[in-house]
Nanobody, 122 residues
Framework: VQLQASGGGLVQAGDSLRLSCAAS??????TGWFRQAPGKEREFVAA????????YYADSVKGRFTISRDNAKNTVYLEMNSLKPEDTAVYYC??????????????????WGQGTQVTVSS
C-alpha cells in the first residue's frame, strides 16, 4: 500500500485548505490523518473507517475539520476550515486494517504517506 498526501500550503488564520490522501495497492478501509509540529509528537487528527460510515476527530479540530472518502478514487480528504496558527504542522495520512482499535496512537497504523506541510500565519 502506498499513500500520497497532498494539498498543504501557506494560508492565513481563518482560511481553509483541503488535503488529499490517494491510496494505491490493496484497499484499506481505515484511513487517518496525523500531524506533527516542530518539537512535538505526532498527534491524531481524524480518521474514517469503512466506506465513510464512521468518522473520528481529535477534540482540537472537531467542528472545524471534516474527513471524507471518495471510494471511486480511493482517496481520503481532510477539509480544514477556520484554520488557526496552532494547526501549523506536517500532516500525514496513514492506513490500517478496518478492525484496528486504539487507533489514536501513531504506532497502531501500518502505512504512512510522505507528509504535507500546512502553515497558518496569524
Amino acid at each position: 500500500v502506498q499513500l500520497q498526501a497532498s494539498g498543504g500550503g501557506l494560508v492565513q488564520a481563518g482560511d481553509s485548505l483541503r488535503l488529499s490522501c490517494a491510496a494505491s495497492g490493496p484497499g484499506r478501509t481505515f484511513t487517518g490523518w496525523f500531524r506533527q509540529a516542530p518539537g512535538k509528537e505526532r498527534e491524531f487528527v481524524a480518521a474514517i473507517r469503512g466506506i465513510g460510515v464512521t468518522t473520528y476527530y481529535a477534540d482540537s479540530v472537531k467542528g472545524r475539520f471534516t474527513i471524507s472518502r471518495d471510494n471511486a478514487k480511493n482517496t481520503v480528504y481532510l477539509e480544514m476550515n477556520s484554520l488557526k496558527p496552532e494547526d501549523t504542522a506536517v500532516y500525514y495520512c496513514a492506513a490500517a486494517p478496518y478492525y484496528r482499535s486504539n487507533f489514536y496512537a501513531p504506532e497502531k497504523w501500518d502505512y504512512w504517506g510522505q507528509g504535507t506541510q500546512v502553515t497558518v500565519s496569524s
